[in-house]
C-alpha cells in the first residue's frame, strides 16, 4: 500500500522550511547591522555570560578612572596653589631679613611690614580656595571656609581628614591634604620668649597654641642710698624692675644704671632718664644735686597680665608662676627671678604658631608699634624667621606630597586606560561580527530561502489530478 503526502502535511514541512530559512537571514542581517555576533543571549549562551562579565569588568574601571581624573584635577590644583604659597613665603622671608638689617629705617620697615600683609592676604585666598564647590584645604569639611579670623589671629576651622576617592576594590586614592597639615601644623618645640623683659620659662609644661603677648607693668620705684641731694622723678616713664645699683660719679659728672652706659649730667639739668644694659629706665631729679659722688640701689616693683585687663604681682622670687587666658585657654608659666624691665614680651608656644599668624607677627613688630629698641626688635624678628621657615618647610613638604600623588594618579589612569583596552578587546572576541563570515552567511541564507521559495512554489502548485492515474 503506498502513503501519500496530504495537502496539509506538505504546507506544513513548506512553511516550517520557509520559517527556518528566513531565520537565517534574518539573524545574519542582525549582526551586519548590530555588528555584534551575540544580539540576544540564545544566540550563545556562554558568550553572553562571557560579555557580561566584560562589561561589569569596564564598567568599574570607567567609574574608577573617572574618579581618578577627579582626583587628578584636585590634586593639580592644590599643587599649582601651593607652589605659589612657596614663593610667596620666600618673598616674605627675603622681606624679613631685609627688615632686619641694621641699615634698613623705620620707614623701610614700614613699607616691607605693608608687602607681607599683602602676602598674608593672599596666602589667606590660597588656604580658602575652592576646586568647583568644593573647598580644597578644609580637609573633608568641604561646605566652608577652612580658615577664618578670630581673636586677633587665624583658626582652621576644618578637620584633620585628607579628602580620597576610590579607585578600585578597598583601594583609596588622596585628592588633597589638610589644610591644617600644611598652613598649621603642631611641631612643638618648646615655649619660646623674646627676652625683652627678662621673663623665662617656668618649670611647668605650659598649655597653648600661637603666640600672645605677656604684658609687664611697671607699678613702682624706691630707692635707697639717694644722697647729695638727687632725688627720684617720675616714675610715669619708669621701666625698672627688680634691684638695680645706680653709680653717680661727680667728678666725671655722669651717671650710671647697672652696666649700662654712663650718662653726663648736664649743668643746671632737673629730671633725667638713665637707663641700664636692658633697657630698663629710671628717672632721677637732680635739680638739687651738690655734686657730690655717691652709689645707690634703686628697685621697681611690677605686675604682669596676659590680657591686659587681670594683673598679678610678682616678687620676683617666683620660678613657676602660673598665668591664664580665659578668651584663648593658653596656660603659661614663668620664671620672674631674671625680669628686670616693664614692657610687652612676645611669647610663642613653638611650632604651633600658624603661617598666617607668624606673617601677621612680622607686619606688627616691623612696624615697632609697641616702641621696641633696635636690638629687641631684631630679638622679636628672629624668633619670627625660626617659625616662618617652619612653616615654609610645610608647605614645600606639602607640595612635594601633592606632586607624588599626582604621579600616582597619573599612573592609575593610564594603567585603567591599558586594562580597558585589553578587556575591550576581550569583549570584542566574544560579542564582535566577523562581517567576512557574517556577509558570506547572510548570502548563502539569502541564495537558501530563494531556492526554498521556488521548490515551495512548484510544491503548492500540485493538484488533485497529479495524484490520479
Do not use: C
Not at 347 to 368: K, M
Not at 406 to 430: F, H, N
Amino acid at each position: 500500500m503506498s502513503i501519500r503526502p496530504t495537502q496539509q502535511a506538505t504546507f506544513t514541512q513548506i512553511q516550517r522550511g520557509l520559517l527556518a530559512n528566513f531565520s537565517s537571514l534574518v539573524r545574519s542581517q542582525e549582526q551586519i547591522a548590530s555588528g555584534k555576533r551575540i544580539v540576544r543571549p540564545s544566540d550563545d549562551p556562554v558568550g553572553a555570560s562571557q560579555a557580561l562579565a566584560f562589561r561589569r569588568q569596564i564598567a568599574a574601571a570607567e567609574r574608577n578612572r573617572t574618579s581618578v581624573e577627579g582626583a587628578q584635577v584636585m590634586l593639580d590644583t592644590a599643587s599649582g596653589l601651593l607652589q605659589d604659597a612657596g614663593g610667596l613665603l620666600a618673598e616674605a622671608r627675603a622681606s624679613l631679613l631685609q627688615g632686619m638689617n641694621g641699615t634698613a629705617s623705620a620707614d623701610d620697615r614700614r613699607l616691607l611690614a605693608g608687602s607681607i600683609g599683602l602676602i598674608r592676604d593672599r596666602l589667606m585666598e590660597i588656604g580658602n580656595a575652592r576646586a568647583g564647590n568644593r573647598y580644597l584645604f578644609g580637609g573633608t569639611a568641604i561646605d566652608a571656609a577652612p580658615f577664618a579670623t578670630s581673636g586677633g589671629g587665624v583658626r582652621y576651622l576644618g578637620n584633620e581628614e585628607s579628602q580620597e576617592v576610590l579607585v578600585g576594590i578597598d583601594s583609596r586614592l588622596t585628592s588633597t591634604l589638610p589644610g591644617d597639615e600644611i598652613f598649621a601644623a603642631q611641631q612643638r618645640s618648646g615655649t619660646q620668649f623674646a627676652g625683652f623683659t627678662g621673663l623665662a620659662s617656668g618649670a611647668t609644661a605650659d598649655q597653648g597654641t600661637g603666640y600672645m603677648h605677656v604684658q609687664v607693668r611697671h607699678d613702682a620705684t624706691t630707692a635707697s642710698g639717694l644722697a647729695g641731694g638727687v632725688a627720684l622723678g617720675s616714675s610715669a616713664q619708669d621701666t625698672i624692675v627688680g634691684q638695680h645699683a645706680l653709680v653717680v660719679d661727680g667728678a666725671a659728672r655722669t651717671v650710671k644704671l647697672g652696666n649700662g652706659a654712663a650718662i653726663s649730667i648736664p649743668t643746671g639739668t632737673g629730671v633725667i632718664s638713665v637707663t641700664d644694659e636692658h633697657g630698663a629706665q629710671v628717672s632721677l631729679d637732680f635739680s638739687a644735686w651738690d655734686g657730690s659722688s655717691f652709689s645707690a640701689t634703686v628697685s621697681g616693683s611690677a605686675s604682669i597680665s596676659l590680657d591686659g585687663s587681670n594683673w598679678t604681682s610678682v616678687t620676683l622670687a617666683e620660678s613657676d608662676l602660673r598665668l591664664t587666658d580665659a578668651a584663648s585657654g593658653n596656660v603659661l608659666h614663668v620664671d620672674t627671678r631674671s625680669l628686670h624691665r616693664a614692657g610687652t614680651e612676645l611669647v610663642t608656644f613653638g611650632g604651633t604658631v600658624n603661617v598666617f599668624d607668624v606673617l601677621q607677627g612680622i607686619v606688627e613688630d616691623l612696624e615697632n608699634g609697641d616702641g621696641l629698641d633696635p636690638a629687641a626688635q631684631r630679638e622679636r624678628l628672629d624668633m619670627w624667621l625660626v617659625e616662618l621657615d617652619r612653616n615654609h618647610e610645610n608647605v614645600l613638604t606639602a607640595t612635594g606630597e601633592l606632586g607624588a600623588l599626582s604621579q600616582r594618579a597619573g599612573g592609575l589612569e593610564d594603567a585603567y586606560d591599558t586594562e580597558l583596552s585589553q578587556v575591550r578587546g576581550l569583549l570584542s572576541g566574544v560579542e564582535d561580527v566577523d562581517f567576512a563570515s557574517a556577509v558570506m552567511e547572510m548570502s548563502r541564507a539569502e541564495q537558501t530561502l530563494q531556492l526554498a521559495q521556488a521548490t515551495s512554489a512548484r510544491l503548492l502548485s500540485t493538484s488533485l489530478l497529479n495524484f490520479l492515474r
